[in-house]
């Protein structure tokens, strides 16, 4: 099955997206160290901030989320499906750092993910090279998810 995503333009406002790096930016002492779900070694390297730290921009991206969601689904061919949680955190991804191939929903504790988002935020004028998202394209046999090597190439807007 080809990758599948939609890009939303403006998600958050400008005056939202640069009080949002301001916080998260101050709050770059309480970022932990990200891991996986399933624990692989050396797999992931990036920091993060949970949604716990960060209550106001949570709950602004689920209301957006909530807000948008009808349109994303009918653009991306999706059945409505009930909501059973958004998961929100912050990660930030320094020189060097990396997650490597995986799937969202691979594990026990994801399994049930439908949809997977992905916000960027940096500062303009943007002081990095790199940072792109690949979406490979996946194949649903006897229950087991196969990652074929195609992928689409999204680059950080």
Do not use: W
């Not at 990758?3 to 916080?23: G, H, Q, W």
């Not at 891991?35 to 106001?56: C, E, G, H, M």
């Not at 709950?59 to 807000?67: A, G, N, P, V």
């Not at 009918?74 to 750092?97: M, R, W, Y």
Request: proline residues 4%; aromatic residues 12%; glycine residues 2%.
């Amino acid at each position: 099955m080809r990758a599948n995503y939609v890009e939303v333009k403006d998600f958050l406002s400008p005056e939202e997206n640069e009080k949002f790096i301001r916080e998260a930016i101050n709050r770059r002492q309480q970022y932990m160290e990200s891991n996986t779900t399933t624990k692989a070694d050396q797999y992931r390297q990036s920091y993060v901030l949970f949604s716990k730290k960060i209550p106001a921009l949570s709950t602004l991206i689920r209301e957006r989320i909530k807000q948008k969601l009808p349109e994303l689904l009918e653009q991306l061919n999706f059945s409505p499906f009930k909501i059973a949680e958004i998961e929100v955190q912050l990660t930030a991804h320094n020189d060097g750092c990396y997650y490597k191939i995986h799937n969202d929903a691979r594990s026990e504790k994801t399994a049930s993910r439908q949809i997977t988002y992905v916000y960027y935020f940096y500062q303009e004028p943007k002081a990095f090279s790199g940072g792109e998202l690949k979406l490979y394209d996946t194949e649903l046999q006897n229950s087991t998810i196969i990652t074929h090597f195609n992928f689409q190439t999204i680059t950080p807007h």
